[in-house]
């Protein structure tokens, strides 16, 4: 058993009236040789460590070690608490979680990646944003999970799930391509439709860039991140109404591939290119990257002295080179 | 493509910020550790194309001490692998290189390690989601994924290369 179509899947789950995430846990099942629970307690300890992230970054209005991120996961909420959002409190709930857990994976904390850390917002975003407004216990989240890697699996063997591979569509679409199939099937959707909803939430993302600022995980990743929530449920919420993407979602993810591999090296997290080369970007960039060549200086310095000490007595030394 | 896993897809566990900037060069780092059963002595790591781009911002270079060191991609110590690479006095330089003209994927990093009078290297690609490719180890030519602890017995196989 190995699925690598979401033509397979469907297949499987008719056949085996299955839900993806029951295909999903067969799939392990039969290709680990581990026990369904091994495996159902092992997505439990991701989804309890995706808990705490969100739980951290709503309270933590620290910045991130480079300044420019940090502290918009506590205005969020704090919006919300006021008690007059636009977008409900569904929406808004993913995106303050979905940015709590972004702001975290910025400044090195700890994280699942889903399918990436650079993505690793989206699926918190939308789960414990379910949990809190719905009747959707953590067990039913570790299930969704399984329809979310189900999803991805399909994504990333047929195409790619990361920036540097695909720009940005392969991390922050992927990630809320599976999220907008992953809500469907909580929200007890057939698999057709979370597979639907899966291919109109990649279709809107499409040809997106990877041009991080300065390199760093930070700007404009975050806040794609919070965005992804608002598509997936919007993709969810036309698949639910049995809107169907006229494009099957395999040659959605097909296309994918095709963009990602036509896309610029510049536009692919090499930070070369999009925003990350605005003038405010490589503003960012000089600032940041000027302080660290200083540090490595004055490292390699301190290492010559205690080199040349008659003690023998060797320090690290970091030596970085300057391209330019 | 190499995913086999809904443990690839989902995870890993890892601090941030990138999962193939970060969590996936834990995984060569610590390739190198398996291999020679503790931290090395001294290395020299080469970085291609991407991660020489961006090493910086995704902390590419304390990723890949902190695998040479031992630890989990979760491990919090990672943020301050310089430190823990300096009190061990693990000697360590970068090197910044375009694409690799080894292996085609703009996430490569060679690490060439002593330990005693032992000397390995090995080249690992990370190619998304946290998951690394293993493509050499000295002149043999491999081709494996680390992506969990468990697939780190696939490192072990090669200890005598």
């Excluded at chain 1, 506590?74 to 709930?93: E, H, T």
């Excluded at chain 1, 490292?299 to 300057?322: F, H, L, R, Y």
């Excluded at chain 2, 900037?21 to 291609?48: K, M, Q, S």
């Excluded at chain 2, 060439?112 to 989601?129: C, D, F, R």
Aim: aromatic share 6%; net charge negative.
């Amino acid at each position: 058993m190995d699925i690598q179509s979401t033509r397979d899947l469907l297949d499987y789950c008719q056949r085996e009236n299955k839900s993806i995430a029951e295909a999903m846990i067969d799939q392990e099942h039969f290709k680990s040789g581990k026990p369904k629970q091994e495996i159902f307690d092992m997505m439990k300890e991701r989804l309890e460590k995706m808990q705490r992230a969100v739980n951290e970054g709503l309270e933590d209005a620290s910045e991130a070690p480079s300044g420019i991120s940090g502290g918009d996961a506590v205005k969020m909420r704090a919006y919300i608490d006021a008690g007059d959002v636009l977008s409900g409190s569904i929406i808004s709930d993913a995106m303050a979680c979905s940015m709590a857990t972004s702001e975290s994976n910025a400044r090195m904390g700890v994280i699942v990646a889903t399918p990436t850390a650079g993505a690793a917002g989206i699926l918190p975003g939308v789960l414990f944003s379910l949990h809190k407004n719905t009747d959707l216990d953590l067990d039913k989240l570790v299930m969704g999970l399984f329809t979310a890697s189900m999803l991805g699996y399909i994504i990333a063997n047929r195409s790619f799930i990361s920036g540097a591979a695909g720009g940005c569509q392969a991390e922050v679409g992927s990630a809320t391509a599976m999220a907008a199939g992953t809500i469907v099937e909580l929200k007890g959707g057939s698999p057709q439709q979370a597979v639907h909803a899966t291919a109109m939430a990649m279709k809107s993302l499409l040809g997106l860039v990877c041009d991080p600022v300065a390199g760093l995980v930070e700007v404009p990743c975050i806040k794609r991140n919070v965005i992804g929530t608002s598509i997936a449920f919007s993709a969810a919420d036309m698949a639910l109404a049995s809107i169907e993407s006229r494009i099957p979602c395999d040659e959605v993810i097909d296309t994918m591939y095709d963009i990602g591999k036509n896309m610029p090296r510049a536009l692919r997290e090499t930070a070369l290119g999009g925003l990350a080369i605005t003038p405010t970007g490589k503003q960012v960039k000089e600032r940041l990257f000027s302080k660290t060549k200083l540090v490595k200086q004055l490292k390699g310095e301190n290492s010559d002295e205690s080199q040349n000490n008659d003690n023998g007595i060797k320090t690290a030394s970091g030596v970085i080179p300057d391209r330019e | 493509m190499g995913y086999n896993s809904c443990f690839d897809i989902i995870g890993p566990i890892m601090v941030g910020p990138s999962s193939s900037h970060t969590a996936g060069a834990v995984w060569i780092g610590r390739a190198v550790f398996e291999l020679l059963g503790e931290a090395p002595d001294r290395v020299e790591i080469t970085l291609y194309d991407s991660f020489a781009e961006t090493y910086q911002g995704h902390g590419t270079d304390k990723a890949l001490l902190g695998g040479l060191l031992g630890f989990d991609t979760e491990d919090v110590r990672i943020k301050h692998a310089y430190d823990h690479a300096e009190e061990i006095n693990l000697i360590h330089t970068f090197i910044l290189e375009e694409s690799c003209p080894e292996f085609n994927h703009p996430n490569v990093a060679i690490i060439k390690a002593e330990k005693g009078n032992k000397i390995l290297e090995v080249g690992g690609a990370s190619v998304g989601g946290g998951l690394s490719q293993i493509f050499r180890i000295n002149n043999i030519k491999v081709e494996f994924t680390i992506s969990t602890n468990e697939d780190l017995k696939k490192v072990v196989k090669y200890k005598n290369a």
